[in-house]
Nanobody, 123 residues
């Protein structure tokens, strides 16, 4: 099972940008769909973005479409989430996850999870 470690979170002003990274190890990275989820205080974890094994297909939550971009580098076994035009409502812990299938947006399909990285957007 693949192990995942996120990095790149932090504090940013509204309108700013951050780039999250997720380094994978211990598995065949290209054999997993990858995704990002987030959980804000007092709220359930929600889907943010996902990318297929090859990187050819992507999907986004409506709330981040046009602002966030998911990508992956299979050679570097790393996925990324470029977050632009950040809003205070984007404040959450962001989790990287891996699903042993071509593509998914469903939390239940993701079997490996990182520890999360905090993103805080100030107004």
């Amino acid at each position: 099972q693949v192990q995942l470690v996120e990095s790149g979170g932090g504090l940013v002003q509204a309108g700013g940008s951050l780039r999250l990274s997720c380094a994978a190890s211990g598995g065949t990275f290209s054999g997993y769909a990858m995704g990002w989820f987030r959980q804000a205080p007092g709220k359930e974890r929600e889907f943010v973005a996902a990318i297929s094994m090859s990187g050819g297909s992507t999907g986004y939550a409506d709330s981040v479409t046009g602002r966030f971009t998911i990508s992956r580098d299979n050679a570097e076994t790393t996925q990324y989430l470029q977050m632009n035009s950040l809003k205070p409502e984007d404040t959450a812990v962001y989790f990287c996850a891996a699903a042993p299938m071509y593509f998914s947006r469903r939390s239940a399909d993701f079997r490996s999870w990182g520890q999360g990285t905090q993103v805080t957007v100030s107004s």
